[in-house]
């Protein structure tokens, strides 16, 4: 499974924009972007993912570079309730491998 | 629509006494993982099963853990007997099936206290 570097922590006031950077350069063709969060003590959740396209749904939009080395997650409209460790993963055949995620606070 | 049920929610033991973890997925799901998370780490799979099958226990300490998904069901993880560093949360998580383009849903956690 290929991996995936993100930064350690971000920042964001709330009400803006949250774009939380994810970079999947060795993955494969067959291979989707995850993006799941897991707020303190909770089980991860899922949020968002793609294969080539750019997707959105009701909680966020993933924007996926055309040569999928990268891809962006955005929050739109950040709460606070959306503070958590954010974690983008490439999934192969079977299985997610997490790694230590991005924690995203948001700033009142 | 039901989620992912775990008990108990909070565990403490002892060093080298056993436990067990329960998982109940959501219904109609195939698919079905346990995952070990350390404090401060992100998941880590220990089992996969398939219905009641093994797909992957690649890294389940086989000598003190074990699982079961009997009727493709419900499912159990067991330690036996439990070490200082298997304090973690145990999460089960199931999707409709395996392989790519399928999402996670996950429960909301074990917390075991080993001392």
């Known amino acids: 499974d290929a991996k995936t570097t993100q930064p350690t922590s971000m920042d964001c006031a709330e009400g803006r924009a949250a774009n939380l950077p994810c970079n999947h350069s060795?993955?494969?063709?067959?291979?989707?972007v995850y993006w799941y969060r897991q707020i303190h003590s909770q089980g991860p959740q899922y949020i968002i993912h793609?294969?080539?396209n750019n997707e959105t749904n009701e909680m966020a939009s993933l924007i996926i570079t055309e040569d999928r080395k990268s891809s962006t997650l955005i929050l739109p409209h950040a709460t606070l309730r959306d503070t958590a460790v954010y974690y983008c993963i490439s999934q192969g055949a079977q299985k997610l491998v997490f790694g230590q995620g991005t924690r995203l606070t948001i700033n009142p | 629509e039901a989620g992912v049920a775990q008990s108990p929610r909070y565990k403490i033991i002892e060093k080298r006494q056993s436990v067990a973890f329960w998982c109940n997925p959501i219904s109609g799901h195939a698919t079905l993982y346990w995952y070990q998370q350390i404090l401060g780490q992100g998941p880590k799979l220990l089992i996969q099963f398939q219905n009641n099958g093994v797909v992957d226990d690649s890294q389940l300490p086989k000598d003190r853990f074990s699982a079961e998904r009997l009727k493709g069901v419900d499912s159990t993880l067991k330690i036996q007997p439990a070490k200082l560093e298997d304090s973690a949360v145990y999460l089960c998580?199931?999707?409709?099936?395996?392989?790519?383009?399928?999402?996670?849903?996950f429960g909301p956690g074990t917390r075991l206290t080993v001392t």
């Open positions: 998580a199931s999707s409709l099936n395996s392989g790519g383009g399928y999402e996670q849903y």
């Open positions: 793609g294969l080539k």
């Open positions: 060795t993955i494969s063709g067959n291979e989707y």
